[in-house]
């Protein structure tokens, strides 16, 4: 049997794949392609800009179609089909005989009938050559604009900042972005962040024309408005390339697209046609998950199977320029058809949305924007049709109460034939055999099933699948910390501790093998600095740091560090405000106040910096542990010192609080707040601990979560002392410390907790464990062992010698080191 492929993008690459999975062993099997490289992954083409080359875009090497008997013609497009005599011609003049041709042919960028469209400028955004096009003309712009306002245009928006074009215009006809998949309220969110970003947002807005002579200069619009441009790329949506279908007589579409069955076959029952070629039901699919189910339905009736298309979900995820945007079912349920439960936080920018039956047991669709997280479950309980719980707001908001709930149990409840994979059609069944196979890690479940090898956005399920299997097959689940130790954090903590090691090539000789990686490093590092609170650069743990800890800085964008002393309670002297500024002057760094009360200085070079730590302990400042995983900021308000409503000194609380727990190393990062009265001014409740003023004394909140997955601290302890107070966050941090997981924040520790807060106050306030004065104990063996770790450097002339761009010469800065000026300061030039 002779099968000729036309098409060679990732849904013919896939028809390919599964033809040879399925035994196909006797298909002569030809390929032919318009570009001159092997399919590649259009998903991911933006990571192009962020540096991942055409290679590491490739789909399989020109190698593998040969080694499994494939003829592949790249650069060598088709130029007629004869379907009388079942044949086809190629540019180049190859004539190939068929017995069945599948058309994957896919899709070109629709291009608007714009006057001007083709100036010097104006591209499209499609393939690898359409980016390098991009790259090589965008450097001599300064300005730059995307038409099209949905998936592929943010995409286009997103590539165009990679490339240093800062000054960024999205136009789109609809009077919202994405209009297909968020509504009113989303795509504001979604627009605001976007214009944080940086980017200029034009909703509502028809190109009229494009302006300049031979080369775009601005963009003229039906409303009379104009901006000025340098570059546009279109990314106004996708037309079916259905040219050959046309020509050879095939049925088509009346706006496109080749008709289809439910067989993918033609009007002529020889010829099929997959992925975004393809009309169904009226319906062209623009993902890749609808076109890898069509290529394996093409591929099964090939080789004698029996498999129909149906309908395909448009459910999608995606992470638009670092910003988390999904939508599934029927995002848009009008009012008479279902309710609506909706969650939005204009702070941090989070929009949820999801759409319920009127008895509130069934979920239809939703919306997600800002944060995502919830997208796998939702998606699977939409498709599954499975009944909700009580308060289906849950689904969207978490279980409140630290219940500590199995992470797995959702999923583990899914029916078997729920799919997991969309991209790869592969069922809940299908990874629970594979796990019970043999298959007991990610990455080998990926090898044996393909599941999480396209977009990856159900990794997360297919490891709760692989616990909740393994448990129920009774195997004892160990979370190791990588190949190089057979122990859990918890179990190296309490080994090493017992063992009194000192460093980690200690700790790897004597209970480790091989010789670590980045994974068992930075957490054996983590191990010794809780357990001994010595200096992180003594020799023997030096080279196991992170880069930031290696450096006690972090090094931001450009190369160079950022220095922020510490600051205890956010109180800070005339004298002292004037240091920094001095400091921040005679250096040349740029400067900002932060949202833990603190000032950053940034832009410091890494040969400047035990000079510029030795000016600040001068002036009586210390590390502010801001490179660490470590205590961060205990943020406070004026209290009871200056407020009319405080009711007691907050400042000077936080100030003792944050000299008792300065630079004590945790699994994760950890903040803190006092507030002076319930007003909660300082935020204690969005901290890992916050105190918060009583008329009785203080209550104490723990395990609460800022940033992109934020969570209310829960009430550990109310109207206690300050002693009392402190006792018990003694007793917090040293259980979290000696019970997390690596890279671990408080509030994920305590959802996972069995039993949740009622547990944790527990072991910490009623002492159930009988470990309270222990946890005392050894929290005081750490407050008394601190030292500043940049003293330590600027007292050492050895230490000093490890902060030098180039070993042979130590004074030279990093050449490579570029800035620009931003509103009187300085910033640093985007790295290429």
């Keep these: 049997m002779k099968v000729v492929v036309i098409g060679n993008g990732m849904v013919g690459y896939k028809f390919c794949e599964k033809l040879l999975s399925k035994g196909a062993g006797s298909v002569q099997l030809s390929v032919f392609g318009e570009e001159t490289r092997p399919a590649y992954d259009r998903v991911h083409l933006s990571e192009y800009f962020s540096g991942k080359t055409a290679d590491e875009l490739s789909m399989a090497p020109?190698?593998?179609?040969?080694?499994?008997?494939?003829?592949?013609?790249?650069?060598?497009?088709?130029?007629?089909?004869?379907?009388?005599?079942?044949?086809?011609?190629?540019?180049?003049?190859?004539?190939?005989?068929?017995?069945?041709?599948?058309?994957?042919?896919?899709?070109?960028?629709?291009?608007?009938?714009?006057?001007?469209?083709?100036?010097?400028?104006?591209?499209?955004?499609?393939?690898?050559?359409?980016?390098?096009?991009?790259?090589?003309?965008?450097?001599?712009?300064?300005?730059?604009?995307?038409?099209?306002?949905?998936?592929?245009?943010?995409?286009?928006?997103?590539?165009?900042?990679?490339?240093?074009?800062?000054?960024?215009?999205?136009?789109?006809?609809?009077?919202?972005?994405?209009?297909?998949?968020?509504?009113?309220?989303?795509?504001?969110?979604?627009?605001?962040?976007?214009?944080?970003?940086?980017?200029?947002?034009?909703?509502?807005?028809?190109?009229?024309?494009?302006?300049?002579?031979?080369?775009?200069?601005?963009?003229?619009?039906?409303?009379?408005?104009?901006?000025?441009?340098?570059?546009?790329?279109?990314?106004?949506?996708?037309?079916?390339?259905?040219?050959?279908?046309?020509?050879?007589?095939?049925?088509?579409?009346?706006?496109?697209?080749?008709?289809?069955?439910?067989?993918?076959?033609?009007?002529?029952?020889?010829?099929?046609?997959?992925?975004?070629?393809?009309?169904?039901?009226?319906?062209?699919?623009?993902?890749?998950?609808?076109?890898?189910?069509?290529?394996?339905?093409?591929?099964?009736r090939l080789t004698g199977g029996s498999k129909q298309f149906a309908p395909y979900d448009m459910s999608t995820k995606l992470k638009l320029i670092g910003i988390d945007v999904a939508s599934f079912g029927n995002p848009f349920v009008p009012q008479a058809e279902g309710r609506t439960v909706v969650f939005e936080d204009t702070m941090k920018g989070i929009y949820k949305r999801i759409n319920l039956t009127h008895d509130g047991k069934q979920l239809l669709g939703g919306i997600l924007v800002g944060d995502a997280e919830a997208?796998?479950?939702?998606?699977?309980?939409?498709?599954?049709?499975?009944?909700?719980?009580?308060?289906?707001?849950?689904?969207?908001?978490?279980?409140?109460?630290?219940?500590?709930?199995?992470?797995?149990?959702?999923?583990?409840?899914?029916?078997d034939d729920a799919l997991i994979c969309s991209c790869e059609n592969i069922s809940k069944k299908d990874v629970c055999d594979a796990v019970s196979s043999g298959c007991e890690t990610v990455d080998s479940i990926k090898k044996c099933t393909k599941a999480g090898t396209g977009c990856g956005g159900c990794v997360p399920m297919l490891k709760d699948l692989m616990v909740h299997t393994m448990k129920a097959q009774g195997k004892y689940i160990r979370n190791v910390l990588c190949e190089h130790f057979g122990y859990s954090r918890q179990e190296l903590y309490d080994v090493v501790k017992l063992k009194e090691l000192k460093s980690y090539e200690d700790v790897l000789g004597m209970l480790g093998n091989g010789d670590g990686c980045e994974l068992c490093k930075p957490a054996v590092s983590s191990i010794l600095a809780s357990l001994w609170n010595e200096m992180i650069l003594k020799k023997g743990n030096d080279t196991a740091q992170d880069s930031n800890d290696r450096f006690l800085a972090n090094i931001q964008k450009g190369g160079t560090y950022s220095v922020v002393p510490r600051i205890p309670g956010g109180e800070i002297s005339p004298e002292k405000l004037i240091v920094i500024g001095q400091i921040a002057q005679k250096y040349n760094l740029y400067t900002k106040i932060t949202g833990g009360q603190r000032i950053d200085m940034f832009g410091a070079h890494l040969n400047d910096l035990p000079q510029i730590w030795k000016e600040l302990i001068d002036a009586g400042f210390e590390s502010g542990h801001a490179y660490g995983k470590a205590l961060r900021t205990v943020k406070s308000c004026v209290g009871s010192t200056w407020c009319r409503f405080g009711l007691h000194d907050s400042v000077s609380y936080a100030i003792r609080i944050e000299e008792r727990y300065r630079g004590l190393r945790a699994p994760h990062k950890l903040k803190s707040a006092v507030s002076?009265?319930?007003?909660?001014?300082?935020?204690?409740?969005?901290?890992?601990?916050?105190?918060?003023?009583?008329?009785?004394?203080?209550?104490?909140?723990?395990?609460?979560?800022?940033?992109?997955?934020?969570?209310?601290?829960?009430?550990?302890?109310?109207?206690?002392?300050?002693?009392?107070?402190?006792?018990?966050?003694?007793?917090?941090?040293?259980?979290?410390?000696?019970?997390?997981?690596?890279?671990?924040?408080?509030?994920?520790?305590?959802?996972?907790?069995?039993?949740?807060?009622?547990?944790?106050?527990?072991?910490?306030?009623?002492?159930?464990?009988?470990?309270?004065?222990?946890?005392?104990?050894?929290?005081?063996?750490?407050?008394?062992?601190?030292?500043?770790?940049?003293?330590?450097?600027?007292?050492?002339?050895?230490?000093?010698?490890?902060?030098?761009?180039?070993?042979?010469?130590?004074?030279?800065?990093?050449?490579?080191?570029?800035?620009?000026?931003?509103?009187?300061?300085?910033?640093?030039?985007?790295?290429?």
Excluded at 375 to 397: F, G, S
Excluded at 803 to 830: G, I, L
């Design 375 to 415: 997208y796998n479950m939702l998606l699977q309980t939409c498709k599954n049709r499975i009944v909700l719980p009580p308060n289906p707001e849950d689904m969207i908001l978490g279980t409140r109460g630290g219940s500590g709930a199995d992470a797995g149990a959702g999923v583990a409840g899914l029916p």
């Design 62 to 300: 020109a190698g593998w179609y040969a080694a499994n008997g494939i003829t592949l013609y790249t650069g060598d497009p088709i130029q007629s089909i004869d379907p009388t005599n079942k044949t086809v011609h190629s540019f180049h003049g190859t004539t190939a005989p068929y017995d069945y041709l599948v058309l994957a042919t896919g899709s070109s960028a629709f291009v608007p009938p714009v006057p001007g469209v083709e100036k010097q400028g104006v591209f499209v955004y499609r393939t690898i050559e359409d980016l390098e096009m991009i790259s090589s003309f965008a450097k001599g712009a300064k300005t730059g604009a995307v038409i099209g306002g949905g998936l592929l245009g943010l995409e286009a928006a997103k590539a165009l900042l990679d490339l240093g074009i800062r000054d960024t215009h999205v136009i789109e006809f609809a009077d919202r972005l994405m209009p297909r998949q968020i509504d009113d309220a989303g795509s504001k969110m979604l627009k605001a962040k976007l214009e944080n970003l940086g980017l200029k947002i034009h909703t509502g807005k028809n190109t009229a024309q494009i302006l300049g002579n031979d080369a775009i200069t601005g963009m003229q619009f039906t409303d009379e408005t104009s901006i000025h441009t340098d570059i546009l790329i279109i990314s106004a949506g996708i037309k079916p390339r259905d040219e050959l279908a046309k020509l050879c007589g095939l049925e088509t579409g009346q706006r496109g697209g080749i008709v289809v069955n439910e067989h993918l076959q033609t009007s002529d029952p020889a010829i099929f046609a997959i992925g975004e070629c393809a009309l169904f039901q009226g319906m062209i699919y623009g993902l890749v998950a609808p076109g890898y189910e069509m290529a394996d339905v093409v591929a099964t």
């Design 676 to 832: 002076g009265c319930i007003r909660e001014c300082a935020e204690a409740k969005s901290k890992d601990f916050g105190i918060i003023a009583t008329e009785k004394g203080w209550n104490l909140f723990v395990c609460g979560n800022g940033g992109s997955k934020p969570q209310h601290a829960l009430l550990l302890a109310s109207d206690i002392d300050s002693e009392t107070c402190i006792r018990y966050i003694d007793r917090f941090l040293m259980f979290y410390i000696k019970t997390a997981d690596p890279l671990t924040r408080t509030a994920t520790w305590l959802n996972k907790m069995e039993g949740g807060i009622d547990y944790l106050r527990n072991v910490v306030v009623n002492d159930s464990l009988g470990i309270a004065a222990q946890l005392e104990a050894e929290m005081q063996l750490l407050v008394d062992n601190y030292q500043c770790e940049w003293k330590e450097v600027v007292d050492s002339p050895e230490l000093q010698k490890r902060f030098a761009h180039f070993v042979n010469a130590p004074r030279e800065k990093d050449p490579t080191a570029q800035f620009e000026s931003m509103r009187d300061q300085k910033r640093a030039v985007d790295w290429k």
